[in-house]
């Protein structure tokens, strides 16, 4: 039986992957000891994306950031969700706000 054996090119550079902005899967969800881990502290601004806003017929408002369903006082990484109105949502970090818009499609 023949068997090969994959060799390593000195030159070939090392697989990075890439997350897309997302949680790498192969990180643990739950930490040994049974807590769950949090991986969203290190967030940019640049990283995080509106993707809806939903609104309640009791005035509460929701919005969809990178997947996630956040109200207000809600926070995502360092970012605490301030305001939400129909079509942007206020987050704050510190004392900076930052204003996000709701992409409209065409």
Same mark, same amino acid.
């Given at each position: 039986m023949l068997s090969i054996i994959p060799t390593i090119d000195a030159d070939s550079k090392p697989f990075i992957?890439? #997350?897309?902005?997302?949680? #790498? /899967?192969?990180? /643990?969800?739950v930490s040994s000891s049974g807590a769950i881990n949090n991986y969203e502290t290190d967030f940019m601004i640049t990283d995080l994306v509106l993707e809806g806003i939903m609104?309640? /017929?009791d005035g509460r408002n929701f919005a969809m950031i990178n997947g996630r369903v956040v109200a207000i006082n809600d926070s995502i990484g360092q970012f605490t969700v301030t305001e939400i109105r129909e079509d942007s949502v206020v987050l704050k970090k510190g004392k900076q706000k930052f204003r996000m818009k709701l992409k409209k499609e065409e």
């Open positions: 992957y890439n #997350d897309h902005g997302r949680r #790498d /899967p192969f990180w /643990p969800i609104s309640g /017929p």
